[in-house]
């Protein structure tokens, strides 16, 4: 089992940053990859950025160049770094531990972004 404590959601205003936090605990041995996914209303949740135990990232085309994932092994600890934040960024973001044959999912952190 795997546990998933995330933090650093709030309001902010648009051009403005947030980070978020996601701390993991339990069987951290046997993730294999985290990362951030984010749901608005009315829509289908979606991945945001991933990032593998090896270091390798993955990132939704509408972050790109303005989101930065980043994995600190010895604090168990999954960062998302949100620079330049538009509206549409609003939403519950929510970080996600995949195993072998799991997959865990923190309570949401929500992230609005006022124009």
């Known amino acids: 089992q795997v546990q998933l404590v995330e933090s650093g959601g709030g309001l902010v205003q648009a051009g403005g940053s947030l980070r978020l936090s996601c701390a993991a605990t339990?069987?951290?041995?046997?993730?294999?990859?985290m990362g951030w996914y984010r749901q608005a209303p009315g829509k289908q949740r979606e991945l945001v950025a991933a990032?593998?135990?090896?270091?390798?990232?993955n990132y939704a085309d509408s972050v790109k160049g303005r989101f930065t994932i980043a994995r600190d092994n010895g604090k168990n600890t999954v960062y998302l770094q949100m620079n330049r934040l538009k509206p549409e960024d609003t939403a519950v973001y929510y970080c996600?531990?995949?195993?072998?044959?799991?997959?865990?999912w923190g309570q949401g952190t929500q992230v609005t972004v006022s124009s």
């Open positions: 990032i593998t135990r090896g270091g390798t990232t």
């Open positions: 996600n531990a995949k195993t072998i044959d799991s997959n865990y």
């Open positions: 339990g069987s951290i041995f046997s993730i294999n990859a």
